[in-house]
């Protein structure tokens, strides 16, 4: 039976458990690569193997091979870090990477441009700082993101707390990560299991899991294979309701392939949660289609099967079937920007990190200024979804010392931009990713900056719409959640989708495809200035879109391929 695996599942299944040739491919210095089925074991390791596409022509004419780097992922459950390990990962990313912190829209940093040589030592140095990257990619559950939470101490913590549960419970064991990183003593065995829950070839895909704590939904929750939605009562968390077959990842021209928002289906109790999570994955690692990767994502496996047949396996896996939906109300996806006070007497800052990306320029030192915080905090940093920053838990002794920083280092003057620049998200796209069509997180502020004067003109200048742009119809940056959403279709075009509301809880639809800034901007302009005379109090953009009829409210897969209006 092995032998009809496809060449995907057969590479996990002769890994050796995770462990292939990785080690050896490190060790040949002739080549700043590893080879391709290495490179696609190391995703497991938390890395991918990237060259830098500016420099593709360049070094091929002077016979060079392309400029390969890594970039890593950690994993690191709810976005949380104490000062120490940002100062760790602050020194890191001058000893082997390319001087920047990446905050990604997975709650945790990616590093860039990390030479082969310099891989090892990373690993290392994460590790020392009590951090690792298992399964921050690769067909396991991915890094487990949660609501920041700013007022309520009680309930993020014991979030937080389920959030390194689960990621614990879900993480693969075995001991490939500690013999190639870290040095230690080869443990495996031929015939020994090393992973007790995924098996020799772990899942059909990547899995992902996201817990909000209403009314924020700061993390996207219905985007994951599995959302837990918080319920709690007069302060108290009772338990979660369960949303299941969440996903963004499509391919254009493929109508089998498309996002999908996760259903709820019931409601645990939160001492479940843990066992609930780890009984869906059951079921994907079981029923998931290990024949054709483009339809091996949870999302399929419960639109094949039907949410009667889910909860029927629920059941079955878990001991017991789930409880009724609890109600629940989700109102924004967005970050609350500034200061917040607590409900135990500290404080939280939340600071716009544009595109996620901190590092220093001639107009602001920001890495500095973090640092500088880092160095006097006694609280800790909080990683939000929409890739920006909360210095959590300020004591009122401190405040004032952060506040200095803060202003000597200009570093809430983001803060202070418009709602479009404050509610805008990219992914890093060119020119490391070798999925990207198209720019987005380098070209993102020139076209926020020509969007503002469309919004500005129109007597909108302090409106709220939220805008996701990616390189690539995947989903990285959730662009099928933005009012207005761009994927890349090809360099300098994008495929321009409309619509979505502004909590998250529904899908934006494909309106232009493969248009250029121009025809963007001129389709934007009317429907903005429209907006402007015509909306209701208090009304979202994707909202008056679809209640104008602009676009509609029905979503459908194939919708998300077809454009509302056509093209010559």
């Known amino acids: 039976m092995n032998d009809k695996l496809p060449e995907a599942e057969l590479l996990k299944l002769n890994s050796q458990f995770l462990r292939g040739h990785i080690e050896e491919g490190l060790a040949d210095m002739a080549t700043g690569a590893i080879s391709d089925d290495d490179n696609k074991l190391l995703k497991f390791h938390g890395s991918y193997m990237q060259d830098h596409r500016d420099l593709r022509d360049e070094r091929r004419h002077q016979k060079l091979e392309p400029l390969y780097s890594f970039m890593v992922r950690l994993r690191l459950p709810g ?21 920047t912190l990446r905050l990604t829209t997975r709650q945790t940093f990616q590093f860039h441009e990390i030479l082969k040589k310099d891989l090892k030592s990373f690993m290392q140095q994460i590790n020392q700082l009590l951090l690792d990257s298992k399964g921050a990619c690769g067909d396991v559950n991915r890094n487990v993101v949660t609501s920041i939470n700013p007022q309520q101490s009680s309930v993020h913590a014991e979030v937080y707390q389920i959030a390194q549960d689960i990621s614990e419970h879900l993480c693969w064991q075995s001991g490939a990560y500690g013999e190639i990183w870290l040095g230690e003593d080869k443990v495996f065995q031929s015939g020994e299991p090393e992973e007790p829950f995924y098996g020799d070839v772990y899942l059909p895909r990547k899995f992902k899991i996201a817990i909000a704590v209403p009314p924020r939904n700061d993390c996207d929750v219905l985007a994951n294979d599995i959302g837990l939605i918080a319920i709690v009562d007069n302060g108290q968390l009772q338990g979660f309701n369960i949303a299941v077959g969440g996903g963004f990842g499509m391919s254009y021209g493929e109508p089998a392939t498309y996002p999908r928002l996760a259903s709820v289906v019931g409601f645990v109790p939160a001492d479940q949660a843990v066992k609930a999570c780890e009984a869906i994955a059951a079921i994907q690692r ?59 007497g500290q404080s939280h800052l939340t600071l716009f990190i544009p595109g996620g990306r901190v590092a220093d320029t001639e107009k602001q030192l920001t890495r500095t200024g973090l640092r500088e915080i880092a160095k006097m905090l006694q609280g800790e940093f909080r990683v939000t979804c929409n890739q920006n920053l909360m210095i959590a838990d300020i004591s009122p002794e401190q405040r004032k010392e952060i506040e200095a920083i803060v202003t000597k280092y200009q570093l809430d003057d983001g803060s202070q931009g418009s709602a479009l620049r404050l509610n805008a998200m990219a992914c890093v796209a060119l020119p490391t990713c070798g999925l990207a069509m198209a720019e987005a997180e380098r070209y993102l502020p020139e076209f926020i900056e020509k969007l503002e004067k469309i919004v500005v003109d129109a007597g909108l200048p302090d409106q709220l719409i939220n805008i996701r742009m990616t390189g690539c119809p995947n989903g990285c940056a959730r662009p099928y959640l933005g009012e207005i959403g761009l994927t890349g279709k090809a360099m300098g075009k994008y495929n321009l989708y409309l619509g979505a509301d502004f909590s998250g809880q529904r899908l934006n639809r494909l309106y232009l495809e493969n248009v250029d800034e121009k025809t963007i901007l001129d389709t934007l302009k009317p429907m903005i200035e429209q907006f402007a005379a015509e909306r209701h109090e208090n009304e979202y953009f994707g909202d008056f879109l679809v209640r104008q009829g602009i676009v509609g409210e029905e979503r459908t ?10 093209q010559k």
């Open 286 to 344: 079981d029923f998931g289609d290990r024949s054709n990767r483009a339809h091996a994502r949870f999302k399929y496996t419960i639109d094949d099967n039907g949410l009667d047949w889910f909860k029927d396996k629920f059941a079955e896996y878990h001991g017991q079937p789930l409880e009724a939906v609890r109600e629940f109300e989700l109102e924004e996806n967005g970050d609350k920007f500034g200061w917040t006070e607590a409900e135990n």
């Open 79 to 99: 976005g949380v870090l104490s000062p120490q390990q940002w100062l760790g990962l602050d020194a890191i990313a001058d000893d082997c990477s390319n001087g």
């Open 557 to 566: 897969p194939q919708m998300m391929h077809e454009p509302l209006i056509n």
